[in-house]
């Protein structure tokens, strides 16, 4: 029996300079995977994995993603940098995707 590899979403890189995709940052610093940077923030590898398959994720992970980017890269990245992330609209059901907004719409003011 043969298992199914998950759907990686098209959107992880975008190969794109101007408009760089979580994919992009990652492999750039040589952490394709995001490992490295799920040691250092701390968080779940699953989080990483998720954004991968295009799913939804809370509005303060990309916050303290964008953090760790900007200590990386040493330049300042904020959340609306990395393109192509859901973010999860707080209050709302998680399985229907008009509930999720890309990235760039959604203001995070504090990493606290």
């Known amino acids: 029996m043969m298992r199914k590899r998950p759907v990686i979403n098209p959107e992880w890189r975008t190969d794109d300079p101007a408009h760089m995709a979580l994919g992009d940052y990652l492999a750039a610093i040589g952490d394709e995977n995001g490992f490295k940077m799920c040691r250092a923030i701390p968080i ?43 973010v999860l609209v707080p209050g709302r ?20």
Do not use: C, W
């Open 44 to 86: 779940a590898h699953e989080l990483v994995k998720s954004i991968k398959n295009g799913e939804p994720v809370a509005a303060s992970y990309v916050a303290k993603i964008a953090q760790y980017l900007s200590t990386e890269y040493a330049r300042d990245i904020q959340p609306g940098d990395i393109a192509n992330v859901n």
């Open 93 to 112: 059901p998680l399985p229907d995707p008009m509930y999720t907004r890309p990235v760039a719409e959604f203001a995070v003011d504090s990493l606290a």
